[in-house]
């Protein structure tokens, strides 16, 4: 029976939270397929306002869109450049439209990294014979970080050794003692757990990055005389 948008929804954040628990009790991303899987899956089915492939294992695809494509979606948890996407080369004659995802592991977010046709997929992958499988380097997915001006920083405060600032763009950074850290989630947690702040907010959900990093901002101002 096909799911509702709703009921994708419901999956969808569901399985981020499992997600997100395991992670947590330090299980590694790469022993999470399954899961990155279909959350992969689901959140193809909520953008595309499609259902989920009606068949078990479908080959080809996994997900056929509100206009009727055949979707294949391919979902990772690497944070690096490092890597690459695999596909059953065979069966791509029965997709007519590729979705590459990358969780953010930083942020719990879904971050799309290619959206495109089967040609355009098959111009990026190496091996891409009519058998076999083919291979679309990651680093062919995320570009580069470009050398910018340094984004200035609207909020900061230091504490027992740690240097947390919030940039003009919202985004978190965090240095311990000189030295910045990455991901900084972790060690906003554990500056959070020493000042007895909260990690959930009001509906049980973790804060993310950005949350997390303005609260302990604020929480340390205002200890401040």
């Given at each position: 029976m096909a799911l509702t948008q709703i009921q994708i929804v419901q999956s969808l954040g569901e399985s981020m939270t499992w997600l997100e628990r395991e992670l947590n009790w330090g299980v590694p991303i790469t022993e999470l397929r399954h899961l990155t899987g279909r959350i992969g899956e689901l959140y193809t089915a909520l953008i595309t306002n499609g259902q989920m492939a009606t068949e078990v294992n479908q080959s080809g695809y996994d997900v056929v869109s509100g206009e009727g494509e055949r979707v294949s979606v391919k979902t990772t948890g690497r944070q690096s450049r490092n890597g690459h996407i695999s596909f059953n080369v065979s069966t791509l004659d029965r997709v007519d439209r590729i979705i590459i995802l990358r969780i953010n592991l930083e942020e719990m977010?879904?971050?799309?990294?290619?959206?495109?046709?089967?040609?355009?997929?098959?111009?990026?992958?190496?091996c891409a014979n009519d058998e076999g499988s083919g291979r679309i380097s990651i680093s062919k997915l995320i570009k580069p970080r470009k050398s910018v001006r340094q984004i200035p920083k609207v909020k900061e405060v230091r504490w027992n050794g740690y240097h947390v600032s919030?940039?003009?763009?919202?985004?978190?950074?965090?240095?311990?003692?000189?030295?910045?850290?990455?991901?900084?989630?972790?060690?906003?947690?554990?500056?959070?757990?020493?000042l007895s702040i909260s990690t959930l907010n009001s509906n049980g959900n973790r804060y993310n990055t950005r949350q997390l990093g303005s609260l302990i901002i604020r929480a340390l101002n205002d200890e401040e005389p």
């Open positions: 977010q879904i971050e799309t990294l290619f959206d495109g046709s089967v040609d355009k997929a098959r111009e990026l992958m190496r919030e940039l003009e763009n919202g985004s978190i950074e965090v240095a311990y003692r000189g030295k910045n850290v990455s991901p900084c989630k972790p060690y906003l947690r554990k500056i959070a757990n020493t």
